[in-house]
């Protein structure tokens, strides 16, 4: 069965770096898009951006763009986000996502989550 | 950026009802319209791909319609279990987007 298992929870004060981790399973790691998507506490989903891990082709929300990185590693099929200089608004579930390499394809997979706590 | 935007934001339902969820985009999307259901504590699920396309587990009574710019989420039958957070998303161009969501609370 088809798997994407997430870092731990993190506890970090302002202005530390984070590094979350999703680790997918029982499919063919560079054939799908892996995403990121932001919960923040009882609010809606968040697409922050996608990796296809066959050649790294990364794309940004513009909401997200510069303020974190997507990163994969497909030798251990396992995709990262990076956040350097964290704020308290930065606490939020985080998801990593399989998507589809066709046009418009859904997020048929997801992670457990990831929660971050940003806080001094 | 495609701005979804559904409706309601919250219904309060009785089980064996009928619900309908719209979801309309700010410019014609296709049928890259997604919808998924979350429930307290967890992981979103995919309910319904390409505006009408069933997923494999998913129970009949989901289904969902619509192309272009209007789509509708339908649950037949409204069962306690149903109680959750349902958000439609958009692929059709980046960057992706999801609907602010429609919660459902069980009478």
């Known amino acids: 069965e088809v798997q994407l298992v997430q870092s731990g929870a993190e506890v970090k004060k302002p202005g530390e770096s984070l590094k979350i981790s999703c680790k997918g399973s029982e499919y063919s790691f560079t054939s799908y898009w892996i995403g990121w998507v932001r919960q923040m506490p009882g609010k809606g989903l968040e697409w922050m951006g996608i990796i296809y891990p066959g050649d790294s082709d990364t794309r940004y929300s513009p909401s997200f763009q510069g303020q974190v990185t997507i990163s994969a590693d497909k030798s251990i099929s396992t995709a990262y986000l990076h956040r350097s200089s964290l704020k308290a608004s930065d606490t939020a579930m985080y998801y990593c996502?399989?998507?589809?390499?066709?046009?418009?394809?859904?997020?048929?997979?997801w992670g457990q989550g990831t929660l971050v706590t940003v806080s001094s | 950026e495609i701005v979804l935007t559904q409706s309601p934001d919250f219904q309060s339902v009785t089980p064996k009802e009928k619900v309908t969820i719209t979801c309309r985009a700010s410019?014609?999307?296709?049928?890259?319209l997604h919808w998924y259901q979350q429930k307290p504590d967890q992981s979103p699920k995919l309910l319904i791909k390409y505006a009408s396309q069933s997923i494999s587990g998913v129970p009949s009574r989901f289904s969902g319609s619509g192309s272009g710019t209007d789509f509708t989420l339908t649950i037949n039958s409204l069962e306690a279990e149903d109680a959750a957070t349902y958000y439609c998303?958009?692929?059709?161009?980046?960057?992706?987007?999801f609907g602010q969501g429609t919660k459902l609370e069980i009478k």
């Open positions: 996502v399989r998507r589809g390499s066709s046009f418009g394809a859904n997020f048929d997979y």
């Open positions: 998303h958009q692929s059709s161009s980046l960057p992706d987007t």
């Open positions: 410019q014609s999307i296709g049928s890259s």
